[in-house]
């Protein structure tokens, strides 16, 4: 069992920044990669970003990059979303997963095995 819990989310104007946060507890947290997904109302869940277990790998959607990073600290159990020059199509709930079963970076859903409750981010223009 993985137990998620996300942080850090709330309503910004565009051109601001906020930093998601997602603490994770239960299993060795470096055993396992992990995602960032949003979902805006009436659109499917997508992924943002995605760390390997070491951090040595990273993946971001192209509408992101060079404005969201992802990283993570093993020693804290923690992994990070900054978000950057934030736009309103950023805004949706965003989620942190966990996948304890691939040995690479996975944007599927289905790879993920478990969830938080999801933080929403809500960017006025």
């Known amino acids: 069992q993985v137990q998620l819990v996300e942080s850090g989310g709330g309503l910004v104007q565009a051109g601001g920044s906020l930093r998601l946060s997602c603490a994770a507890s239960?299993?060795?947290?470096?055993?396992?990669?992990m995602g960032w997904f949003r979902q805006a109302p009436g659109k499917e869940r997508e992924a943002v970003a995605a760390i390997s277990r070491s951090g040595g790998n990273t993946y971001l959607k192209d509408s992101v990059k060079g404005r969201f990073t992802i990283s993570r600290d093993n020693a804290k159990n923690t992994v990070y979303l900054q978000m950057n020059s934030l736009k309103p199509d950023d805004t949706a709930v965003y989620y942190c997963?966990?996948?304890?079963?691939?040995?690479?970076?996975?944007?599927?859903?289905?790879?993920?095995?478990?969830w938080g409750q999801g933080t929403q981010v809500t960017v006025s223009s």
């Open positions: 239960g299993r060795t947290f470096s055993s396992y990669a």
């Open positions: 997963a966990a996948d304890l079963q691939s040995a690479y970076v996975s944007t599927s859903k289905y790879e993920y095995d478990y």
